[in-house]
């Protein structure tokens, strides 16, 4: 990877619980298929990682998150072939609807100490000690 290896923008999500559990979804497809990840995806052109994260979550869990519910967290930094990944985490407790897996194998929440135990993709990785410490 050079200095000109376009950015993967990736917006997603930890949907925090009232138990202070955190929200993960297990791939469907592709090549991440069977690996557990924070809700979320690729951040399109024009949109605000926000925004993104708005339309994301209405695709893949039904459910409705307002802007403002959205608190920009940490980021991850991975190479991805010939594209550099930036991953952008938000926490949110709020949302209206119940998360239900519509483009997703399934859906778990877990502490995020447990977090450590799943199969993950790398980026998500270094993001669970920063969960640790928030819940």
């Known amino acids: 990877m050079d200095a000109f290896s376009p950015l993967l923008l990736v ?20 090549a991440l298929k069977g ?12 949109e605000t990682p926000a925004a993104a994260l708005i339309r994301e979550l209405r695709e893949e869990l039904g459910i409705d998150v307002e802007a403002a519910c ?10 991805l072939g010939e594209r550099h ?3 952008l985490l938000h926490v949110c ?6 998360p ?12 995020p100490v447990e977090l450590h135990r799943l ?12 969960l640790e410490a928030l819940v």
Request: hydrophobic share 50%.
């Open 100 to 111: 239900q897996p519509l483009e997703a194998a399934a859906l778990k929440w877990v502490r």
């Open 93 to 98: 407790r709020k949302w209206k609807g119940l």
């Open 70 to 79: 959205l608190a920009p967290a940490a980021f991850a930094s991975e190479p």
């Open 11 to 30: 917006s997603a999500v930890a949907l925090i619980d009232a138990d202070g559990r955190v929200l993960v979804q297990q791939r469907s497809s592709g």
């Open 119 to 130: 199969d993950m993709p790398a980026p998500d990785r270094p993001l669970i000690g920063l």
């Open 85 to 87: 990944l930036l991953l």
């Open 35 to 46: 690996l557990w990840e924070f809700p979320g995806g690729k951040i399109e052109a024009g």
